[in-house]
């Protein structure tokens, strides 16, 4: 064998020149993985930061906000605070949007205008100060850091209407800022606004957080009207106290917090479109009065059982209906008819109240004013019992008014169906168990419609459960129609809304 020649290299074997090449792309993939490890922590780092500016400032608007409300709270008062506005600052923006309050009772609407300080992160966080309260806003969500001092408390029917407002610097840096109160205006005459509610409406780049304040603040019901306006303002329109009276039958069912109360166990039927959310005022104190009125009977008769065939117009006092004995006709051809229940009204299977006589006086009712409860295994309707052959029906012609005290129940394993209005709100929620319950459905509920079941008309109470796949219907003529509740010799306690309105004006400076 020759010896290899001296000019010549060694050619390396393709074991040892995969070896290599392994060892390069090793070498790559390593500085590779690295460079995207250093470049994730790096992009972490940067957000954990972010997150740590935005949280502090925050909290130093919540200051802020505490600071300014103690200089809003005389005149000529004045203090400083050390502002953390981050590198970029704040802006201070005037009359950046308004508040109007409404009501009835009011001579003329309020007018409010009010300022926003801003402060906008580098990953678009918005934090913000606006007519007293911090907000929080992150895309499409808007919290509530800090709420405003707007107050409302429905058992003494009493809002507390504080707007604070801001000019001075447009641009606020990190550090001392003085503040001063300018002014205040009160709204003196507006103190009391009697049997009326009151809508206030506010225009807001930071409409979400006004809407979810609300809703904490006075329930889910409060938001009446939101209305997308140019960019991102919005309006926001919220009503506080009760609904109007002949707002009470413009659904097939009316309750304080709208279609969450409904219990559903085997489903219903029903148009979430005809559901109204909203408090109603009791009847308590007319039903307790006319039960108690001597003078108002002009007929005291025994107990309704079902023997007897009809009544005519007039007013009826009895203990009690307990119809297991036939069916009972209330004719309203030749005037109205109004029976007091003292306690209970009860209607066994196949058992009917029906009201007739509504063909040439369609304005005509039956108004059975309830002390206690309704639990009905017939039909409580108005002649011929049922949607006639043009889908129309007669709500109208039939009205039940209960007390607050008021369990109800139609079904209890039999059919059921009421063509009319019940009316029976409770101020609060209903805290007992439906003592004719006999399913979870009905349990926690102050109103109850089980299978084979039915109602066209409206229903307004503090709770209803749907067991079997009721149907509940509105009748679309009540939301115009005139209704009136009780006698007009009788009238609620008034229902008092104490407004206390106030407008500051504060001057926010750097030092």
Not at 23 to 34: F, R, T
Not at 242 to 249: I, N, R, V
Not at 255 to 283: M, W
Not at 479 to 494: H, K, N, S, V
Request: with cysteine.
């Amino acid at each position: 064998m020759s010896a290899p020649r001296r000019d010549q290299l060694p050619i390396p074997s393709r074991r040892a020149q995969s070896t290599l090449m392994g060892l390069v792309l090793l070498i790559g993939m390593v500085a590779v993985g690295s460079a995207g490890i250093f470049l994730v922590a790096g992009e972490t780092i940067g957000d954990v930061e972010q997150e740590t500016e935005n949280e502090r400032i925050s909290q130093s608007f919540v200051e802020l906000r505490q600071s300014l409300d103690g200089v809003s709270a005389g005149p000529d008062t004045s203090g400083n605070i050390n502002l953390d506005a981050g590198k970029s600052g704040a802006i201070a923006k005037d009359e950046t949007g308004y508040m109007k309050v409404e009501s009835e009772g009011l001579d003329e609407d309020i007018n409010l205008t009010f300022g926003t300080v801003e402060y906008v992160s580098d990953d678009g966080t918005k934090i913000a100060y606006e007519a007293g309260g911090v907000f929080r806003e992150t895309g499409y969500e808007t919290r509530v850091v800090s709420s405003p001092n707007i107050q409302y408390d429905l058992e003494t029917e009493t809002l507390s209407l504080p707007v604070l407002t801001v000019t001075g610097d447009e641009q606020l840096g990190s550090g001392d800022i003085s503040m001063a109160h300018n002014e205040t205006t009160t709204y003196a005459e507006s103190s009391v606004v009697e049997n009326e509610s009151v809508d206030i409406t506010i225009r807001s780049e930071y409409w979400r957080g006004w809407v979810t304040f609300f809703e904490q603040q006075a329930g889910d019901t409060t938001v009446r009207d939101i209305e997308q306006l140019d960019g991102d303002a919005a309006k926001v329109t919220v009503r506080v106290g009760y609904l109007e009276f002949d707002e009470a039958f413009e659904g097939s069912m009316v309750l304080p917090e709208g279609e969450a109360n409904i219990s559903s166990g085997g489903g219903g039927s029903y148009d979430d479109d005809e559901i109204v959310s909203g408090s109603i005022q009791e009847l308590d104190p007319i039903i307790n009065e006319m039960l108690e009125d001597e003078n108002v009977p002009e007929n005291r008769i025994d107990p309704i059982d079902g023997s007897e065939s009809a009544f005519e117009n007039g007013t009826y006092f009895t203990e009690s209906v307990h119809l297991d004995n036939g069916n009972v006709e209330f004719d309203v051809s030749e005037g109205n008819i109004t029976l007091l229940v003292n306690e209970s009204v009860k209607l066994e299977h196949g058992n009917r109240i029906l009201v007739t006589g509504t063909e040439d006086n369609p304005e005509n009712s039956l108004k059975i004013y309830v002390r206690e409860d309704l639990h009905a295994k017939g039909d409580l309707c108005v002649d011929p019992c049922g949607k006639e052959e043009d889908g129309e029906v007669s709500a109208e012609n039939l009205q039940i008014y209960g007390t607050s005290e008021m369990h109800g129940m139609f079904g209890s394993g039999q059919e059921a169906y009421l063509e009319g209005i019940l009316y029976a709100p409770i101020e609060g929620e209903f805290d007992e168990e439906n003592k004719f319950a006999n399913s979870n459905a009905c349990r926690d509920v102050q109103i109850c419609f089980q299978s084979n079941t039915g109602s066209d008309g409206s229903i307004a109470a503090s709770s209803i459960g749907l067991q079997g796949g009721p149907e509940i219907a509105h009748d679309p003529e009540l939301t115009d129609a005139d209704i009136d509740l009780y006698p007009e010799e009788y009238a609620l306690p008034p229902q008092l809304t104490f407004l206390n309105v106030a407008h500051h004006e504060l001057e926010v400076r750097n030092q």
